[in-house]
């Protein structure tokens, strides 16, 4: 096997992750760089609103909102969460003077993550080893003989099918970090 699964479904994943990571560097850089510091600590309200309106594929996925075509809700999902955890990032920047400010921030980064893994890696995980199988079948290898040369990466997609159980508890805990910062925000500004 020339491509391996990690190759052709992690990699994508990681590189969406890292160019998240590295515009949320040149964001913090160009505001401070510019005097505009100032904007990044008014970026957590747009951001928390578009991943608060990301959840609208939840919604759809759950037929409370019944119109429009689910895989839409899913891109729309995933653009303003992308959208909105760069807003947040920026509006976090640097400044580790908040506990309950960086909770949220790790639970929401842990929360993209998983959104990712399951995005991007799972789906064609499991697709591009259903087509290895045939392939090996066809070519005359024994079931035998494909599940052991699948095995690494029958257990890579075993592993990845678990993306929920760490997506929602983490949104969860993401959400209630979030609320509390607000409103500590809210008793606390000045």
Same mark, same amino acid.
């Given at each position: 096997m020339k491509h391996s699964l990690f190759f052709?479904?992690?990699? &994508? #994943?990681? =590189?969406? #992750?890292?160019?998240?990571? =590295?515009?949320? =560097?040149?964001?913090? #850089?160009?505001? !401070?760089?510019?005097?505009? =510091?100032w904007i990044g600590r008014y970026l957590g309200i747009p951001g928390t609103f578009l991943i608060a309106i990301s959840f609208a594929y939840s919604a759809r996925k759950k037929k409370i909102i019944t119109h429009g075509p689910p895989a839409l809700f899913l891109r729309l999902h995933e653009y303003l969460a992308w959208t909105g955890a760069l807003m947040v990032l920026v509006h976090g920047g640097i400044h580790f003077n908040a506990l309950l400010a960086w909770a949220a921030l790790t639970a929401m980064l842990v929360a993209v993550i998983s959104g990712l893994a399951g995005k991007y890696l799972l789906k064609e995980s499991r697709e591009t080893l259903a087509a290895k199988k045939d392939l090996l079948l066809k070519n005359g290898m024994k079931a035998e003989e494909v599940e052991k040369e699948l095995f690494p990466e029958s257990l890579t997609v075993k592993g990845?099918?678990?993306?929920?159980?760490? !997506?929602? &508890? +983490?949104? +969860? @805990?993401?959400? +209630?970090?979030?609320? +509390? !910062?607000? @409103?500590?925000?809210?008793?606390?500004?000045?």
């Open positions: 052709k479904n992690v990699q &994508p #994943f990681l =590189l969406k #992750f890292i160019l998240l990571i =590295l515009m949320t =560097l040149i964001t913090d #850089f160009m505001l !401070h760089g510019s005097g505009l =510091l990845m099918t678990k993306w929920r159980t760490v !997506h929602r &508890p +983490i949104t +969860i @805990v993401f959400a +209630i970090f979030t609320c +509390i !910062h607000i @409103v500590t925000i809210i008793f606390l500004w000045r």
